[in-house]
């Protein structure tokens, strides 16, 4: 599977970006789909995963009640709804296709990754 996000964007705090994830070659079968961001000089973080049959979410605690993760299964496509943006969640943002693993908050649970989109958050 191939993953294709959307751009990201330049915001001033306490605004709103979405960004998208589209799967292409074949119909998304993977169990889910997550968001993971890099910032300068961090670790890749796990952001949010929603599980794709049953559409169950999970949240790292830096982003719960600001982001929200949904998908479209029948446009192969992920969101990532981010609200109240603060300086912080300045990264790089990737959609990842999830493998199976329980551990979902790691990076080694996703096998395929899309090509990272920009977030800036000015103060």
């Known amino acids: 599977v191939q993953l294709q996000a959307s751009e990201g964007g330049l915001v001033q705090a306490g605004g709103s970006l979405r960004l998208s994830c589209t799967a292409s070659g074949g119909t998304f079968r993977k169990p889910g789909m997550g968001w993971f961001r890099q910032a300068p000089g961090k670790e890749r973080e796990f952001v949010a995963l929603v599980g794709w049959t049953g559409g169950n979410t999970y949240y790292a605690d830096s982003v719960k009640g600001r982001f929200t993760i949904s998908r479209d299964t029948a446009k192969n496509t992920g969101y990532l709804q981010m609200n109240r943006l603060k300086p912080e969640d300045t990264a790089v943002y990737y959609c990842?296709?999830?493998?199976?693993?329980?551990?979902?908050?790691?990076?080694?649970?996703?096998?395929?990754w899309g090509q990272g989109t920009q977030v800036t958050v000015s103060s």
């Open positions: 990842a296709a999830a493998a199976g693993s329980s551990y979902y908050y790691s990076a080694s649970a996703y096998d395929s």
